[in-house]
C-alpha cells in the first residue's frame, strides 16, 4: 500500500505559477514510477506528466509541454509538478499517482486524493 498526499494547489490569476508536491509513504519511493493527472468539471482524468523511478525519463502531455515541469527528490520521498504560464483551461483538480510504465505508457497502481488548481481569466 502506497499513500500518498498532493499539496499546494490554490487560485492563481493567468501567466502566473504553482508548485504542486505530492509525499509518499512508500519506504521504496525511489523504485516507482510517478506521475500527475488531472480531471477539470465534465471531463475524464487525463495524464499531465509522468518521470520514471530514476527521474532520467520523463512525458509530457502535449497541453503542458514547456510550461510544466515534473521532478523528483528521492531523499524526500517527494514528487513534484512546477506550473508556469498558466491558464484557465489548467482549471483542474490534480491527482498524483503511482504505478507502471509501458512503453510511453503510464498505468497507476495507487492514487492520491487531489488537489485543486483554479486559474483565473
Known amino acids: 500500500q502506497v499513500h500518498l498526499v498532493e499539496s499546494g494547489g490554490g487560485l492563481v490569476q493567468a501567466g502566473g505559477s504553482l508548485r504542486l508536491s505530492c509525499a509518499a509513504s512508500a519506504r521504496t519511493f525511489s523504485r516507482y514510477h510517478m506521475g500527475w493527472f488531472r480531471q477539470a468539471p465534465g471531463k475524464e482524468r487525463e495524464l499531465v506528466a509522468y518521470?520514471?523511478?530514476?527521474?532520467?525519463?520523463?512525458k509530457y502531455a502535449d497541453t503542458v509541454q514547456g510550461r510544466f515541469t515534473i521532478s523528483r527528490d528521492n531523499a524526500k520521498n517527494t514528487v513534484y509538478l512546477q506550473m508556469n504560464s498558466l491558464k484557465p483551461e489548467d482549471t483542474a483538480v490534480y491527482y498524483c499517482a503511482v504505478g507502471p510504465v509501458t512503453g510511453t505508457e503510464f498505468g497507476v497502481d495507487y492514487w492520491g486524493k487531489g488537489t485543486l488548481v483554479t486559474v483565473s481569466s
Open positions: 518521470i520514471t523511478w530514476s527521474g532520467g525519463g520523463t
